[in-house]
């Protein structure tokens, strides 16, 4: 599904990734953890066509869309749900979501993908005609996944979707995960929070200072040294 081959970024003169090659297949999900600054955030941005001073490859399908705009990268089925969610407040939710569906493939099928979003996450039907500025932080987190899926990626890059939520409120997002990689998406997940990256991913990648310092099944992963060193800090 995507594969990333010896990229290197950067914002303006500075580099923040060096040399990365990773790849997730269909319906795989893999994570991508790491401390703050590691560039996780850098790495998603890249391959959702948001960040464009790249070196490398990023192929979709075996499509090159390294230098392909955002929106290009949109219609080859890639969704990003991003780092602080950046759902618009003074917009219902209702009308958060329709956003997300003005993609090519998604807009005829936008009732039936609407639907699935609500059975998902049965809060935004609830509260489909509130502002998304009064929705708990939680809610604003489901809204953001929501509104990505209403473009029926088949991949989702997840940027910390765990960021400052309360424990009851991460079960159900990465619930939420779970069922949608049951539904055949695959999900690139960039958390902070190994534990349940690690139990939702089949594999994954840790970065540090840019580049992936090791990456393999997660059950290598958990007693890997350099894992419990950079990320548990032990
Ligand atoms: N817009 C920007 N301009 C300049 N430097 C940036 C910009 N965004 C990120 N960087 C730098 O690039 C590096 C990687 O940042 P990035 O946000 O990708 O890390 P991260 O792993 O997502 O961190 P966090 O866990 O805090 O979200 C850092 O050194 C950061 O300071
Ligand atoms: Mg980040």
């Known amino acids: 599904m995507l594969e990333v081959r010896e990229l290197d970024a ?3 003169h500075a580099q923040a990734l060096w040399g990365v090659d990773l790849a997730v297949g269909d319906a795989e999900v893999v994570s991508v953890i790491g401390p703050n ?8 941005c890249a391959v959702a066509g948001l960040l464009r001073t790249v070196r490398g490859r990023i192929l979709v399908d075996g499509h090159d869309l390294t230098t392909v705009a955002a929106h290009r990268v949109c219609e080859r089925g890639v969704a990003i749900v991003p780092e602080g969610r950046r759902v618009f407040g003074h917009l219902t939710v ?29 809060r935004l039907a609830e509260r489909a005609t509130q502002p998304a500025r009064n929705l708990s932080g939680g809610e604003q987190q489901m809204l953001a996944i929501g509104r990505a899926l209403m473009a029926r990626p088949r991949m989702l890059l997840l940027d910390e979707p765990s960021l400052g939520l309360a424990p009851v ?3 159900e997002v990465f619930a939420a995960v779970r069922a949608i990689h049951a539904g055949g998406v695959s999900v690139l997940l960039v958390e902070q929070d190994i534990e349940r990256a690690l139990a939702v991913s089949g594999r994954a990648y840790l970065l540090a200072e840019g580049r992936v310092v090791t990456a393999g099944p997660v059950d290598q992963l958990r007693d890997d040294p350099q894992v419990r060193r950079s990320v548990l800090g032990q």
């Open 94 to 122: 209702h009308e958060n979501l329709l956003l997300g569906a003005h993609r090519r493939g998604a807009r005829s099928g936008h009732r039936a993908t609407l639907a699935e979003v609500h059975e998902l996450f049965p």
């Open 169 to 171: 409120v991460l079960d």
């Open 10 to 12: 950067f914002h303006g």
């Open 37 to 44: 600054g590691a560039g996780k955030s850098t790495l998603v």
